[in-house]
């Protein structure tokens, strides 16, 4: 099982990014997918999650509703991070994951992590 994030860089804040998180040693229909962050000097967070294809219901943080959205291309093995109206607050290391169990809002319920990829926000 792997998960492999990319597509992080250099944005000037109200600009967009999309992340994607490509998939590989199983199938990504059955797996909901997370992503989570880690801002410089705090402990990684959850940003948001996609539920497994059944339904493919989507959850965001307080802090990205509205701004982010979150989806899944089974065909592709992948599920991508929209990002847009990005502010310096969103700078953070981002990384997706695999659920495990439980509803997907803590990093305990994952079983698999890719590594992160970079996202900063700065003029």
């Known amino acids: 099982v792997q998960l492999q994030a990319s597509g992080g860089g250099l944005v000037q804040p109200g600009g967009s990014l999309r992340l994607s ?13 997370g992503w989570f962050r880690q801002a410089p000097g705090k402990e990684r967070e959850w940003v948001s999650c996609i539920s497994s294809s059944d339904s ?6 307080d802090s990205v509703k509205g701004r982010f959205t979150i989806s899944r ?4 093995s992948t599920v991508y991070l929209q990002m847009n109206s990005l502010n310096a607050e969103d700078t ?3 990384y997706c994951a695999r659920l495990a169990y439980g509803l997907g809002f803590r ?3 994952y079983d698999y992590w890719g590594k992160g990829t970079l996202v900063t926000v700065s003029s």
């Open 92 to 94: 953070a290391v981002y």
């Open 107 to 109: 990093e305990s319920e």
């Open 56 to 61: 493919s219901s989507t959850y965001y943080a």
């Open 73 to 76: 291309d089974n065909a592709k």
């Open 21 to 33: 998180c490509a998939a590989s040693g199983f199938f990504l229909d059955y797996y909901a997918i």
